[in-house]
């Protein structure tokens, strides 16, 4: 079992930057992939950036590939997403998401955090 709490989140300009970060309780963490998913009003949960159990492989979505980097810390249990040249459409609830493997479908992810805000002013 595993718990996840997104932080990180708020209000920045075009072209800001944020990094959000996510917490997971238990002994489990390393052993499982991670993901980066967002949520905007009225628009289905879309993936944003994967990594690896190890942190040996990155997957990002196009929206995103250049300005968001993903990286984890197995000592600490927490995934994070740097996040730069921020635009507009970044505006979503940011999730982070543990699974088994390679995934870029919520499908693939079996525990997720409540969410952080992020909303981006043009």
């Known amino acids: 079992q595993m718990q996840l709490v997104e932080s990180g989140g708020g209000l920045v300009q075009t072209g800001g930057s944020l990094r959000l970060s996510c917490a997971a309780s238990?002994?489990?963490?390393?052993?499982?992939?991670m993901g980066w998913f967002r949520q905007a009003p009225g628009k289905e949960r879309e993936f944003v950036a994967f990594?690896?159990?190890?942190?040996?492989?990155?997957y990002y979505a196009d929206s995103v590939k250049g300005r968001f980097t993903i990286s984890r810390d197995n000592a600490k249990s927490t995934v994070d997403l740097q996040m730069n040249s921020l635009k507009p459409e970044d505006t979503a609830v940011y999730y982070c998401?543990?699974?088994?493997?390679?995934?870029?479908?919520?499908?693939?992810?079996?525990?997720w955090g409540p969410g952080t805000q992020v909303t981006v002013s043009s």
């Open positions: 990594i690896s159990r190890t942190g040996g492989t990155t």
């Open positions: 998401a543990a699974g088994i493997g390679f995934g870029t479908t919520t499908a693939a992810y079996h525990y």
């Open positions: 238990g002994r489990t963490f390393s052993i499982h992939a």
